[in-house]
Structure formats: C-alpha cells, structure tokens
C-alpha cells in the first residue's frame, strides 16, 4: 500500500466516500466528479499500480465485481448502456496510479464524448507490420489448472501461432475494418 495513494487511504477508512459495494477483494464507490450520475469506480483493496502489474486471480476477482456493479447500475439508473473505462499510465489519464475502473451510465443525447473520439486510419502496409510486434510481444499465459486426480499443478501449453493469412483473407478483413 502507498501511502500518497488516495485509494490506498479510502481502502484504509481514511477518507470517506459514498460506498457502493465492498468486499474482501475490492471496493466500489460513487466518483466524486460524475461524467454521469451513477458512475462509480470500482478499485481492488490490493495496490496494484496498473492493469501491467495485477495478479490474474486478483484481476479476475475485479471484473467479477465490474460486471456485477455494472449490472446494478444498468438496472437502477435506468441507464440504455454504459462504458467501463481503464486507464494505465499518466498520459492515458490515470490520475491515481492505482488500478480502478470507471463505470459510467449512458443515456440517448447524453453528449458525453466518450466512444466518439475522432478515428485514424493505417497506412499502406503498416497494418499487418504492427499486427506481427503484437503478436510477438504477446506473452505466454500465466493461468495453471490443476490436475484433480492427482492434484498436480499443470502449466498451460502455449498456444500455436496462428497461420499466415492469405492476401483474400487479408483483403476481406481489411474490407471489414474500412481499411481497404
């Protein structure tokens, strides 16, 4: 726990917010700046400064309660959809370096700009090049199963790269993304 980290002091009943769930794993309360009524951010108890660092159970553990926060406000605000928003890094707008998610209710005509930022596109040949690096920075999974039987624990096999595609699978998944 850091002790600057104001999540780390709500977590810690330091500073007071308006609670919306908590549990051993994490919190959620109403952000105290509303995009929307009703948006609430949902933080793990454990300091974790990015969505980079997270342990895989305690991350699942968080999305868990996410989709039941969400499913919650959907209901009560009447809300006809909603975005969750995660942020890492400063530049991205992570104000707190403490991984927390936004849930913010959507409404019609609600003019809030989130999901409507301005789009680029590719250029010639550059698609597939930065297809190739995410693939290959992709690391292996890090999830083990254990065995009931014998209650080993068993890693995970990588999965096989997949295949190259061919230039009309290429041309027809670029017709799909408006990349053509």
């Not at 928003?85 to 409404?107: A, K, T």
């Amino acid at each position: 726990m850091q002790e600057e980290c104001i999540f780390c002091k709500i977590i810690g009943k330091k500073i007071p917010v308006a609670l919306v769930y908590e549990d051993e794993d994490a919190l959620a309360f109403l952000d105290i700046n509303p995009i929307a009524k009703g948006h609430t951010l949902v933080i793990p108890k454990k300091h974790y400064e990015n969505l980079l660092v997270i342990e895989q159970s305690d991350l699942n553990a968080l999305m868990e309660t996410v989709q039941r926060i969400s499913i919650s406000i959907v209901k009560t605000t009447g809300a006809e959809g909603f975005n969750v928003l995660q942020n890492n890094g400063e530049v991205s707008g992570q104000g707190i370096p403490h991984v927390h998610f936004h849930i913010i209710p959507r409404f019609k005509d609600d003019n809030v700009p989130i999901g409507n930022a301005p789009r680029g596109k590719y250029e010639e040949n550059e698609i597939q090049k930065i297809v190739e690096m995410i693939r290959n920075g992709i690391p292996e999974r890090k999830v083990e199963k254990v065995n009931e039987e014998s209650k080993e624990v068993e890693k995970e096999k990588p999965k096989e790269k997949s295949k190259k595609r061919s230039s009309k699978e290429t041309y027809w998944i670029r017709r799909e993304l408006d990349l053509a």
